[in-house]
């Protein structure tokens, strides 16, 4: 029997051909951008999903409002691992870790040949704690004793490979790798990287202890009024403790380290992040990688839904429409002693039969799509649907759904004919006429309500777009290429010189040297408190470093006072008049002069207020 439904409905399709191409190639345009919209919300939705105790496993990161407005960093200050380790109850374990990159690698070689391998990144100094929460397969030495010493290092199996290629694992520990000519390690182990989908995108896994040989890493570890986006600190809960009850533990340590000042116009707090937040959440960076607003992603599912949604109203209005060059087919079948069950079976295995042609053709596309859009999708996405089991699963579902949804109701007006009525060439009544006009009226106007829905988002977005482009942020962006080098280099000469090359291009027309851009994501902060005479102000300040050039480059407007000089670098500071306004100038001029505390033994002098 299904046999021949299949036969029948292979044989009405070669009758119909242009008819059979429309509906084929309109669900597969749908399908097609359903399935490319399922790859990346599924991709994004699946990191750090399979985490050994995920629900336990937090980020502490810290909170602030400066000046009414409120500030994020996805670290802590340096000293809070040593102090969750020592004084907080309720944990598994706690690891601290401290993320860095832009290393010179150099590979000792056997005798005077050495390698080396520019601008490496994924760097990052821990000890056995972090894989006590995170385990990783382990391909040579030991979890427990690999990072137990200063010095020594594990590699990411892919990294060990680029280092020592044609090395078994074994035969690379003890290998000497230096980073920056001044950090000596010797290998002792190697880990598998992670099969699934992570944010923990790490290759070198420096010990801990060796930051405390680094002079600025280890000024920062002990700073706690620094707060350092590098400066991680993961934990794992024991059973039964809930968030709220370490993160009052931890505002406790922040109380007793680095208690606020009376007039504190800033606050500061720590908060456990959950590991299933680290991809999604804007507010803290996830190392490097991307992250994704669960809203846009829980968007683009509503989009796919309706892709599809018009696809099967399309296939019903075709269907029912060509249902008067059917109606003697019907009625002979009945006549014939044909059930209105077989009938309703007859056209649904045809529906069928169109939706696994335009699975098929939207599988054949999919590459395509994929590679018409890779700007736009997250790398990792691939269209092989033989190596995710999850995809043949989803484009199962999609068959059985729309073969359902699009073939259910023509299925049943197709089967509703009378044979004696279609037979005198009257097919349906005048009641049955009326409800299916009715029906496909309301399903071409939802059509075009639905077509009209994307085509206003697309205007909306695009002139959003076009406005975040224009919008005057209060500096230059055109024309301007930066250039970032790693910060470990300290020596003025060699600065000097790449910015004497930089300088002597004829294309250039101006070069700075600073550490960010004024837009970038990359900042440092600390807390300064400045004494009027009568009070002490203390806030939590957000700080770049640019050298003369800096403020000219990005026609950054000033208020008051003047521009940096070469004079200024040991001295002098430019503030906003945001922070002007804290400290109770509401005229920058007067501003002008006044000494901010930089350090317990440096003042900073005003010499300008910027816009």
């Excluded at 994704?292 to 892709?307: H, I, P, Q, S």
Aim: glycine share 8%; aromatic share 12%; proline share 4%.
């Amino acid at each position: 029997m299904i046999k021949n439904y299949f036969k029948i409905a292979l044989r009405n399709f070669w009758c119909h051909k242009v008819f059979t191409l429309i509906n084929v190639l309109g669900l597969s345009i749908g399908i097609s951008a359903a399935l490319a919209i399922y790859l990346i919300v599924h991709f994004d939705l699946s990191f750090d999903k399979t985490h050994p105790g995920g629900d336990k496993i937090f980020r502490v990161v810290t909170n602030f409002t400066f000046g009414g407005n409120p500030g994020y960093n996805g670290g802590v200050t340096g000293p809070l691992g040593d102090a969750v380790k020592n004084e907080v109850t309720g944990l598994q374990v706690s690891a601290p870790f401290y993320t860095d990159g832009g290393y010179q690698v150099t590979i000792k070689q056997d005798g005077s040949n050495a390698s080396k391998f520019k601008n490496q990144n994924g760097i990052v100094y821990l000890d056995e704690r972090f894989f006590s929460i995170f385990p990783y397969k382990w391909l040579a030495g030991s979890p427990k004793t690999a990072l137990a010493e200063p010095h020594r290092l594990v590699l990411a199996s892919k990294q060990a490979k680029k280092y020592f290629p044609g090395l078994p694992y074994n035969q690379m520990l003890g290998r000497v790798v230096v980073y920056e000519d001044t950090i000596k390690t010797v290998v002792t182990g190697i880990i598998m990287e992670p099969e699934d989908n992570t944010d923990f995108t790490f290759n070198d896994f420096i010990s801990l202890s060796t930051t405390k040989t680094i002079d600025n890493i280890n000024q920062q570890q002990k700073d706690w009024g620094s707060t350092n986006g590098s400066s991680q600190l993961w934990v794992k809960l024991a059973d039964g403790t809930a968030p709220k009850t370490i993160e009052r533990q931890l505002g406790g340590l922040l109380k007793k380290y680095n208690p606020p000042k009376p007039d504190d116009k800033s606050k500061q707090w720590f908060v456990l992040q959950p590991i299933s937040d680290l991809h999604f959440n804007p507010n803290y960076y996830a190392y490097d990688n991307g992250v994704v607003n669960k809203t846009t992603l829980y968007c683009l599912m509503a989009v796919a839904f309706l892709l599809l949604i018009l696809g099967c109203i399309n296939f019903i209005n075709l269907t029912t429409a060509q249902g008067a060059q059917r109606a003697k087919e019907i009625g002979i079948r009945k006549t014939m002693g044909s059930g209105r069950r077989q009938l309703v079976l007859q056209f649904l295995s045809e529906t069928f039969l169109v939706t696994l042609f335009a699975v098929m053709i939207s599988v054949c596309l999919l590459p395509f799509v994929l590679k018409l859009f890779a700007d736009f999708i997250p790398e990792g996405i691939n269209a092989s649907v033989f190596n995710q089991p999850y995809l043949a699963g989803f484009l199962l579902l999609v068959i059985i759904a729309v073969s359902i949804l699009a073939g259910f109701y023509p299925a049943f007006v197709l089967s509703s004919y009378k044979p004696v009525s279609v037979l005198k060439n009257q097919s349906v009544n005048n009641k049955s006429k009326t409800r299916n006009a009715v029906l496909r009226k309301s399903l071409t106007v939802t059509q075009f309500v639905v077509a009209q829905f994307f085509i206003i988002a697309t205007i909306i977005v695009s002139k959003q777009i076009y406005y975040a482009t224009h919008k005057d942020l209060g500096y230059q962006k055109d024309a301007i290429l930066y250039i970032n080098t790693p910060w470990k280099v300290q020596d003025a000469n060699l600065k000097q010189v790449l910015y004497n090359k930089i300088k002597a291009l004829p294309q250039v027309a101006m070069v700075s040297l600073g550490n960010d851009a004024p837009a970038t994501g990359g900042w440092s902060s600390r807390d300064i408190t400045y004494k009027d005479g009568k009070k002490e102000i203390t806030t939590q300040v957000y700080m770049k470093k640019g050298d003369e050039n800096y403020l000219p480059l990005y026609h950054v407007k000033l208020l008051a006072g003047r521009n940096l000089t070469a004079a200024d670098t040991s001295h002098g500071i430019l503030i906003n008049k945001t922070y002007a306004a804290i400290l109770g100038f509401t005229d920058p001029q007067k501003a002008i002069g006044i000494q901010i505390p930089y350090s317990q033994k440096q003042y900073m002098q005003v010499v300008g207020i910027m816009a």
